[in-house]
T-cell receptor, first 109, second 115 residues
Framework: AQRVTQPEKLLSVFKGAPVELKCNYS??????LFWYVQYSRQRLQLLLR??SRESIKGFTADLNKGETSFHLKKPFAQEEDSAMYYCALTSQAGTALIFGKGTTLSVSS | ETGVTQSPTHLIKTRGQQVTLRCSSQSGHNTVSWYQQALGQGPQFIFQ???????GRGNFPPRFSGLQFPNYSSELNVNALELDDSALYLC??????????????FGEGSRLTVL
C-alpha cells in the first residue's frame, strides 16, 4: 500500500536553529515525492519536488530509498517558515497525490 | 493569470441532503482534482477529471460524483450527506502534458458542515 507518514504533528524551534521535518513513505517502485506548504491564511502550494533536486527558500530534501525517507531540512530556520508542511507522493496510477497528515512548524524568536 | 477559485467558501447542510461544490481551474490548466481534508488530516484524493471524464478515483463511495465542463471548470456533488462528510473540500488544477509533474494548484477550499 502507498502511504506517507509524518511522525511529528508539531515541531517548535527557535529562529536560527536547524530544522528537519520527517517524512517516511511506503511505495512499490520508484516514487515521486513532494513537499507542499500552507502558510497562515494562504492556500496549499508546492514547495519542492525530489526530481528537481532544488533548494527553495533554503529548504532541501533528499530521497533516501534505503530508509524510504524524504526529510525536509533547513540549516537556519526563519520566523516566516512557520507553516503547515505536507509530504506527498504520486500514486502508482499517476493521477493522485497521497499526502501525509502534516507537520506544523513553529519558529519563534 | 487567474488562480483556482472555489464556491461556496462555507456551507451547512443536514444529513441526507445533497450538495454541489464548484471550482474554476487556473487559466491554461486542463485537469481538475478534488480532495477531502478532514480536521487534523492531510488532503485525501477523491477523483480527477481530464477531458471531461473521470480519470482516477480514490476510496470514496459512488455518492461522491463530479463533472468537468468544456471550459475545464468542475463540480463535486455529494448525495445523501453523512456527518463524516464534514470537511474542507479542495479543488486543484494542473496541466496534464506528456509527464505528470505532480504540481497541483489548489483553491482555498469549501468548508462543508453536516449537521
Amino acid at each position: 500500500a502507498q502511504r506517507v507518514t509524518q511522525p511529528e504533528k508539531l515541531l517548535s524551534v527557535f529562529k536560527g536553529a536547524p530544522v528537519e521535518l520527517k517524512c517516511n513513505y511506503s511505495y512499490s517502485g520508484s516514487p515521486e515525492l513532494f513537499w507542499y506548504v500552507q502558510y497562515s491564511r494562504q492556500r496549499l502550494q508546492l514547495l519542492l519536488r525530489h526530481i528537481s533536486r532544488e533548494s527553495i527558500k533554503g529548504f532541501t530534501a533528499d530521497l533516501n530509498k534505503g530508509e524510504t525517507s524524504f526529510h525536509l531540512k533547513k540549516p537556519f530556520a526563519q520566523e516566516e517558515d512557520s507553516a503547515m508542511y505536507y509530504c506527498a507522493l504520486t500514486s502508482q496510477a499517476g493521477t493522485a497525490l497521497i499526502f501525509g497528515k502534516g507537520t506544523t512548524l513553529s519558529v519563534s524568536s | 493569470e487567474t488562480g483556482v477559485t472555489q464556491s461556496p467558501t462555507h456551507l451547512i447542510k443536514t444529513r441526507g441532503q445533497q450538495v454541489t461544490l464548484r471550482c474554476s481551474s487556473q487559466s491554461g490548466h486542463n485537469t481538475v482534482s478534488w480532495y477531502q481534508q478532514a480536521l487534523g488530516q492531510g488532503p485525501q484524493f477523491i477523483f480527477q477529471y481530464y477531458r471531461e471524464e473521470e480519470n482516477g478515483r480514490g476510496n470514496f463511495p459512488p455518492r461522491f460524483s463530479g463533472l468537468q465542463f468544456p471550459n475545464y471548470s468542475s463540480e463535486l456533488n455529494v448525495n445523501a450527506l453523512e456527518l463524516d462528510d464534514s470537511a474542507l473540500y479542495l479543488c486543484a488544477s494542473s496541466f496534464r502534458g506528456q509527464a505528470n509533474t505532480g504540481e497541483l494548484f489548489f483553491g482555498e477550499g469549501s468548508r462543508l458542515t453536516v449537521l
